[in-house]
Each structure stands twice: as structure tokens, then as C-alpha cells.
């Protein structure tokens, strides 16, 4: 037989509001009471359906996960592993998670789920700059938390050590011999793509080597002057070809097979994310290993300390792992 509140309640001589509190662990009902409840609904293995919890608790029990809109389908295996760390935490507090497409073009969605009150929270997966979903979420009574460093002291957030792994990356490959590098980068307007620009930098700088800034390349991930800015790159004398991703890394490597170079006999090639898209890649690739699961467990754990009232402080993994593969031999 299914049981109720209101099978429960009539069987223990109570109200169903008694139950329903000493359930929840809210209301003003003594110890003796909520003891004796719970007690009951362990001997009959009973469990709260999902729309009595929420009522009971005052929540949904959903966080809602904002992906940019935007994604190419090059961009996904970042996102999907970001996601599954941010799944698999939420089932140890017995949250679902919301998918919501939301960027700088549009963030209606977003909007409908926080007015509708379709979830007790949110995770931002990429930092645009002026983002007008970081902008609305300031605006709301929610708790949120960004990935990515929104460079803004009152945006609550979790991030890789884009910038330090980075650097030390370009270190490397300066102590391997590799001393011209042309970087191809993403848009200006992400904010991971600024962190990983400065820390190429700094790697050059901690070298004692200046950099050739005619040689950085910024906003190509739609670009159609891939083919072309490779080639003025190879004109000026590069010896690597520097990705700010796994996406573009791979289309540089299609372009540069289709041209007729070859990798690491006529250009030498590395990527500062590593991913599957780039697991099949011939040559293998050399690339930064980042643990994007992990960031996102941390995510969903901070911001579930926050809606329980926890004051949380940005955190910024430091772990990362420099992939030295046949690309830069």
C-alpha cells in the first residue's frame, strides 16, 4: 500500500501539517514529536514524492546550469564534462539540473526560469565580458556562481589557473628550444580568452624574451582568415602555432593538412586545452590538461553551501598538466 501524509498522520494520531514539519525539520514542533515521526517513516520506508519535498522545504530542488547559446559543436566536450562534475555532485544533495541556453544575444530563458521559480539556484558555464547574464542574476534574490573568472570582486566564482598554466606551458616550450610563437585565440569578449592572452605573454616575459605582438591572433574561432593568418604566420618565420583550444587547434591542424605542412616537421603545434576532440589528432597534440569535471563538482558544491546560507570564497584550482606530445618534438 502507498503511503501518504495523510495515511501517516492519521496512523500516528497527528496532523498532516505536524507530519509535513517534522519531515521538512522546520516548524515549531518539539523533539519528541519529530523523532517519533521519522522513526515511523524509516519502519515503512517511506519517501516524500518530489513535489511534497519541495512544498515542504520551500524549494525546487533544481539548479539551473547556463550554457552559452553560441556553443559550436567544437566547444562541447568542455561543456560536456563540465556538466557531468556538476550532475554527479548534485545527486549527493538531491538536486536535478536545469539546462538553460543563455548569452550575451539572449537571456530569456534564464529570466523565465528564475521569475517562475523553476530553480533555488544557478551555475554560469562561460564569463563573457559586460554579461548580461551575470548583469540580470546581480539583479535577483537566487544564489549563482560563475565558471571562470569574471574579473569583478562581487560575482561569486570558480576557475582553473588559466593565466599560471598557461605561462608555464610557454616556458616549457621556450626551454624546448621554441622561441617564435603565433597565437590563435578566441573572442575578446570571453574572459578565459584574456587570461590565457596574458599568460602567453608572461611566459615570454618570465623568460626574459619579448613577444611578437604581429604574431597574436584573436577572434578566430568563426573566422573565415584562418588559412590566411596561417600562412602570414608561417611567412613571419613561426615555429609553433600556439591554440587557445581544442577547437581551434583542431581546425589549424586540418587547415595546415590541407595546405600540404606538415606537423611537427614544418610547424610545430600545441593547444592550451586538452580534450577528445584532439585524442585521434595525427600528430598527437601537446596541450594543457585541465580537470573540467572536477570544476564543476566545485561549483555545484559551493553553491549549494551558499543556498544553505554558508558565506563561500572564490576558489581557483592550481592543478593542471602539461601534455608533452609528438606535435612539438
Known amino acids: ?44 520506508n517511506y519517501s516524500p514524492s ?27 566536450p568542455y561543456f560536456q564534462t563540465l556538466m557531468t562534475g556538476v550532475c554527479d555532485r548534485a545527486i549527493d544533495f538531491e538536486y536535478d539540473v536545469l539546462i538553460i541556453l543563455a548569452d550575451n544575444d539572449g537571456i530569456l530563458p534564464l529570466k523565465h526560469a528564475v521569475q517562475n521559480k523553476k530553480i533555488d539556484a544557478v551555475i554560469v558555464s562561460r564569463c563573457e ?21 569574471p574579473m569583478d570582486p562581487e560575482v561569486p566564482y570558480v576557475d582553473h589557473d588559466n593565466e599560471g598554466a598557461t605561462s608555464r606551458m610557454i616556458e616549457t616550450l621556450i626551454d624546448a628550444g621554441i622561441k617564435k610563437m603565433a597565437l590563435i585565440g578566441g573572442g575578446e569578449n570571453i574572459n578565459v580568452t584574456l587570461s590565457r592572452l596574458q599568460g602567453f605573454k608572461n611566459g615570454f616575459k618570465n623568460k ?32 609553433c602555432i600556439v591554440c587557445m583550444d581544442d577547437m581551434l587547434c583542431n581546425s589549424v591542424l586540418n587547415c595546415l593538412h590541407n595546405d600540404g605542412i606538415s606537423v611537427p616537421e614544418d610547424v610545430k603545434l600545441c ?23 572536477k570544476l564543476g563538482a566545485l561549483g ?21 598538466n602539461i601534455q608533452m606530445r609528438d606535435s612539438t618534438t
Open 1 to 44: 500500500m502507498g503511503h501518504t501524509l495523510d495515511s501517516i498522520a492519521k496512523e500516528l494520531g497527528m496532523s498532516k501539517t505536524t507530519v509535513s514539519r517534522a519531515i521538512s525539520g522546520k516548524g515549531r514542533i518539539s523533539e519528541e514529536t519529530r523523532r517519533k515521526v521519522n522513526e515511523y517513516i524509516k519502519e515503512i
Open 50 to 76: 518530489a513535489v511534497a519535498r519541495s512544498l515542504a522545504a520551500n524549494r525546487t530542488f533544481n539548479v539551473g546550469l547556463v550554457f552559452p547559446a553560441d556553443s559550436a559543436l567544437g566547444e562541447m
Open 129 to 149: 565580458k559586460d554579461s548580461k547574464v551575470i548583469n540580470f542574476l546581480k539583479q535577483c534574490d537566487i544564489p549563482y556562481i560563475v565558471v571562470g573568472n
Open 208 to 239: 626574459g624574451l619579448p613577444v611578437d605582438e604581429s604574431l597574436i591572433f584573436l577572434n578566430m574561432h568563426k573566422s573565415v582568415r584562418l588559412d590566411s593568418v596561417l600562412k602570414e604566420a608561417l611567412a613571419e618565420g613561426a615555429e
Open 271 to 293: 593547444s592550451f586545452y586538452d580534450s577528445n576532440l584532439l585524442s585521434t589528432s595525427k600528430p598527437s597534440v601537446t596541450s594543457l590538461y585541465f580537470d573540467a569535471k
Open 300 to 320: 555545484l558544491e559551493l553553491l549549494m553551501r551558499n543556498l544553505d546560507g554558508e558565506s563561500i570564497a572564490n576558489q581557483t584550482l592550481k592543478d593542471f
